[in-house]
Nanobody, 124 residues
C-alpha cells in the first residue's frame, strides 16, 4: 500500500499563490509517476498536471498552463504544485496521485493510489 498526504491548501485571493505538497510513503514503486487532479463542486474530477519519474517530463491542463508548475523531490518522495495567478475557477479539492511507471499520464484510471485531497478556495 502507498499512502499519499497532501498539504498546503487554503483560502487565497484571486491573483495570489499557493504551493501544494504531497508526500508519499509505504510500499512505493521503484519507478513512479505522479499527478495532480482537482474536483470542483458539481463537476467531475479533472486532470491538472503530471510529472514523470525523472521529473524531466511534465504535462499540464490548458486551463493552468503558464500559471501552475509541478515538480518533485524523489529523495523526499514528494511532489509539489506551485500555483500562481490563482483564479476563482481554480477553487476545488486538489488530489495527488501516484502511478507505477516512468512516463507522464493524464488519465485518472492509470493512477493506482490517491490522496485524501486538500481544499483550495480562491476568492474574487
Amino acid at each position: 500500500q502507498v499512502q499519499l498526504v497532501e498539504s498546503g491548501g487554503g483560502l487565497v485571493q484571486a491573483g495570489g499563490s499557493l504551493r501544494l505538497s504531497c508526500a508519499a510513503s509505504g510500499r512505493i514503486f521503484s519507478n513512479y509517476r505522479m499527478g495532480w487532479f482537482r474536483q470542483a463542486p458539481g463537476k467531475e474530477r479533472e486532470f491538472v498536471a503530471a510529472i514523470s519519474w525523472s521529473g524531466d517530463n511534465t504535462n499540464y491542463a490548458g486551463s493552468v498552463k503558464g500559471r501552475f508548475t509541478i515538480s518533485r523531490d524523489n529523495a523526499q518522495n514528494t511532489v509539489y504544485l506551485q500555483m500562481n495567478s490563482l483564479k476563482p475557477e481554480d477553487t476545488a479539492i486538489y488530489y495527488c496521485a501516484v502511478a507505477d511507471g516512468r512516463w507522464t499520464t493524464i488519465v485518472a484510471n492509470e493512477y493506482n493510489y490517491w490522496g485524501q485531497g486538500t481544499q483550495v478556495t480562491v476568492s474574487s
